[in-house]
């Protein structure tokens, strides 16, 4: 625990991290900063606990593991997408025997067609031309969050993007004519409006929250599935043993794409996923801020009330007393051993009453994507680049940028059994 200033204390310590979530004080006044504008209280961005409390139950039956199993015919068609969509690139031959393709940008490309399609009425076609103004709108606009917390002073010139609301107010308007409702996040959301607490709801602030979960839901999933590519490509073997599980789980020749139930227990692909959130958690930059209301004793101090505690789990993601003198290196195999399974220091979605809600979404999603693709596709790290990561609230590509090899696996196709 490290006091950095007279109102703030960095957290990294385990035991006092674990308290801190037990007691589950209220988000720190920082998340305020964060909306698109401050005066619109959302579910994320919330300090307040009975709106974070009913907000969250109205939202919650839309990420059931039930519901969001009940998801995966959708999923799995915009998997398809991206899969012919690399298959054809292939075809064009950019580079000796594949395609130079843009790894960040397939795969956010991919997922905001996969929540357009789950919760919103139908894909945003992101992977159709792959030149969508989607998912730089989106980065933007995390950028711009970034920006007026930093400099506050200077909010009012910096404004949301007109495309945004336009396509927000676009989606209202289809499910208001839609004849059949459905239980996805867009109808929670509109859901809202009518109960007691927010008859004054307003159609910006219907976009504030969609933006949410567009950012939540497409910026975290869109890092780490193509973080965990690209550590793959930049670690043959590890990917050869990945591709290997695939081979034995899937068989040599498939016509179909994985099903999640083939998915979801495969060691080394889960091992892959938790290894890629360790080294590189959505965290990464403030990390998680909480603020008591009344003065407490964490691990033996004194904390005053209203004090920002920021728990750091970056720090504990990439402490060697935990992890191991290679704490630094990408080793999935640290989780195959499940008697030796990490315990408290390792928190890719927190906990408590404030985790991420779409958890169970993101990992059938990131199974999806990463099992689909390199079951079909090897990749390469031909051109070596930097890992060039910038944090703007959390961690991208700079630019949303790195390019590796594909071509098709000798024995895969999804045509050609
Ligand atoms: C790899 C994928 C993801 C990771 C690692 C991740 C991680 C996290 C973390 C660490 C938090 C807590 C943030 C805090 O307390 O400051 C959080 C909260 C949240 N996440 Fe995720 N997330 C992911 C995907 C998603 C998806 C797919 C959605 C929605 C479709 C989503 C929606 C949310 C929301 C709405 C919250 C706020 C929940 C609340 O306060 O009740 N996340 N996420």
């Not at 195959?336 to 990992?363: E, H, M, T, V, W």
């Not at 630019?399 to 000798?410: A, C, E, G, I, P």
Request: overall charge neutral.
């Amino acid at each position: 625990m490290v006091r950095l200033g007279p109102n703030l204390v960095l957290i990294s310590d385990k035991d006092a991290i674990k308290e801190i979530i037990a007691a589950d004080f209220p988000k720190n006044f920082n998340y305020i900063k964060f909306r698109t504008e401050d005066r619109f209280d959302t579910l994320f961005s919330t300090i307040d606990k009975s709106f974070h409390k009913k907000r969250r139950r109205i939202l919650s039956p839309a990420f059931s593991i039930k519901y969001v199993s009940s998801l995966e015919p959708l999923m799995i068609l915009c998997v398809k997408d991206l899969i012919y969509k690399v298959d054809e690139c292939i075809e064009k031959k950019t580079f000796s025997d594949g395609a130079v393709l843009n790894i960040v940008n397939l795969v956010q490309s991919c997922v905001l067609d996969i929540i357009g399609e789950t919760n919103f009425g139908g894909k945003f076609n992101s992977i159709e031309t792959l030149s969508h103004p989607l998912p730089g709108k989106v980065y933007q606009e995390l950028r711009r969050r970034a920006m007026k917390s930093l400099f506050p002073l200077f909010k009012s010139f910096m404004k949301y993007d007109q495309y945004l609301l336009d396509l927000s107010n676009e989606l209202i308007k289809n499910r208001r004519q839609a004849e059949k409702s459905r239980v996805d996040i867009l109808q929670a959301i509109l859901d809202v409006v009518k109960t007691e607490e927010s008859d004054q709801i307003t159609d910006f602030e219907i976009f504030d929250q969609i933006l949410e979960f567009l950012i939540a839901g497409t910026d975290t999933v869109g890092l780490t599935a193509s973080m965990a590519i690209t550590l793959l490509a930049k670690n043959p073997d590890k990917l050869k043993l990945l591709q290997q599980e695939l081979d034995n789980a899937l068989g040599n020749c498939n016509d179909e794409l994985p099903k999640h139930d083939q998915l979801k227990a495969l060691p080394y692909l889960n091992a892959v996923i938790n290894e890629t959130m360790r080294l590189w958690p959505v965290t990464l930059d403030g990390g998680i801020g909480r603020s008591p209301e009344k003065d407490t004793i964490i691990n033996g101090y004194m904390i005053p009330a209203r004090t920002n505690l920021v728990l750091n789990y970056y720090h504990l993601h990439h402490d060697s007393k935990y992890w191991g003198k290679n704490v630094e290196e990408f080793v999935p195999e640290r989780w195959l051993d499940l008697n030796n399974s990490p315990k408290d220091i390792f928190y890719p979605f927190s906990a408590g009453s404030r985790n991420c809600i779409g958890q169970n979404f993101a990992l059938m999603e990131m199974r999806l994507i990463i099992a689909s693709l390199l079951f079909q596709f090897d990749v390469k790290d031909i051109l070596a680049q930097e890992l060039d990561i910038v944090c703007y609230i959390t961690p991208s590509f700079n630019n949303l940028k790195y390019d590796l090899v594909f071509s098709k696996r000798s024995f895969k196709s999804i045509n050609n059994c």
